[in-house]
């Protein structure tokens, strides 16, 4: 059964609880996406930058190896049957053949479990060609507990790694 994702209204206007086919939103949010694509200008590079970046988020590589049309696609995440079952980020050459560009605004937000895993993130992105747009740390102007790294891929996309439910280091002593 498929499961819309619908905003529960009162008198006083939307109300922040997400409902999705009767459930909360912890049990369905990740319905909201497919995949989401962004252009490079260089496929192998893009793999090289994002097998490193994405390894400390607990992401693996897409395999569309028994699959045709894939040439200067990569992708990572979850793709099976054809794409039958998908949440997966996608790296390509753009389709209208000009140069791949960065979207102005554009971000791209990747759940990470832990600080470290931010701060992994952060330093594969800088040793794999791509640039910090902000350090890792709280950012409290968003919320008490979202921790987050900032970067731009060598093409140019923005990315963040953040990790919330958390506001102190892991194992600090109170």
Known sequence: MQRHLRTQSSTNGPSSVIKCGGQTRDRCYFRMFTYISLGTNDPARAARFYDAVLAPLGLRRCDTTSEPNWEDWVGWGTYVDGGAREIALWLCKPFNG????????TMVALQAKSWEAVQ????????HG?????LPGLRPQYNADFYAAYVRD???NKLA???RGVTAPQGAVP
């Open 98 to 105: 000009e140069a791949a560009t960065a979207g102005n605004g």
């Open 161 to 163: 790694a953040v990790c």
């Open 130 to 134: 791509g640039r910090s747009e902000g």
């Open 154 to 156: 060598p093409d140019g």
């Open 120 to 127: 992994q993130f952060h330093a594969a992105a800088l040793a």
